[in-house]
């Protein structure tokens, strides 16, 4: 059965309180509008109830277009419906339109998952994605905001964004940021830049030089890591990593050298005791 279509004065629509778009561009309108004037509101709006008056859940661009051309009456499809249940068929209407860019959908998935508490699995669903795809856009609301402006102009990809903030001092990020649009590095190429800045990364190559950092492929060499209290070379696949704060690095090295130094006065006082006849 079809949904009723009534026909609701324009003044008694409300614009959306919470818009999931951050922009619309006028461009957009423009083209919404020639195709209004032309065929009128092929599709009606979706709207809920607000006391005497109707709140827009979808078709807000429809509504915009429409006020500018002087429409007085607007095709709406109204329906009861909640905060949550409005946001996710916003959400809904907004991806099968493909109208909403990366940082919106960013921003929808921490909003459902910090405010509504909607697990990444319920999320994933929601945009026809996977839970992994939903945790992943949920680590991207803490980015830079440059990082994130790089992201939504298409400079870089999603796992360009996540390598760089495994970086924790954010001038450095920065700085690989633009390193990596410069040189459209990939991703692992970037993970092995961030790597070896961070002083964690050696890599034991074969006899054969590599002459750039793509050619290092699987098979190609041994990569091990130096561990940061006793300095020795051990496989990658055999360590832990632990971020620290510049104050407890500090700490840690200065504590290590204080062992070794230790260490180093407990092997003179020996070498130097006489031996016995």
Not at 16 to 37: F, G, N, Q, V, W
Not at 52 to 81: D, Q, S, W
Not at 246 to 264: A, H, I, N, P, V
Request: with cysteine; proline share 4%.
């Amino acid at each position: 059965m079809s949904e009723k279509i009534e026909h609701i004065p324009i003044e008694k629509i409300l614009e959306p309180r919470e818009e999931i778009r951050s922009y619309i561009t006028r461009e957009a309108l423009d083209e919404l509008k020639t195709s209004i004037e032309k065929y009128g509101i092929l599709s009606p709006l979706k709207v809920r109830p607000i006391g005497n008056k109707f709140e827009i859940v979808y078709g807000h661009r429809r509504f915009i277009a429409a006020k500018e051309l002087g429409f007085t009456h607007l095709p709406c499809i109204v329906e009861e419906l909640d905060d949550k249940a409005t946001l996710i068929q916003r959400i809904h209407e907004n991806v099968m339109r493909e109208e909403m860019n990366i940082i919106d959908q960013v921003n929808l998935v921490h909003r459902l998952y910090d405010r509504e508490g909607m697990s990444y699995k319920e999320i994933g669903e929601i945009f026809g994605k996977s839970e992994s795809w939903a945790r992943d856009m949920d680590r991207l609301w803490y980015c830079d905001e440059e990082i994130k402006d790089a992201l939504m102009a298409g400079h870089i990809k999603k796992s360009h964004a996540i390598v760089l903030m495994r970086h924790p001092d954010r001038e450095r990020r920065l700085y690989f940021l633009k390193l990596c649009i410069e040189n459209g590095a990939s991703p692992k190429t970037l993970d092995l830049w961030i790597r070896d800045d961070l002083g964690v990364i050696e890599t034991i190559r074969e006899a054969t030089p590599i002459q750039k950092i793509s050619d290092l492929k699987k098979g190609a060499g041994t990569v091990k890591f130096r561990c940061a209290t006793c300095d020795e070379m051990v496989p990658g696949d055999a360590m832990y990593v632990v971020h620290l704060c510049e104050r407890c690095y500090r700490t840690l090295m200065e504590t290590k050298r204080g062992l070794e130094w230790q260490d180093t006065i407990k092997e003179e006082d020996t070498s130097t005791k006489p031996s016995e006849s």
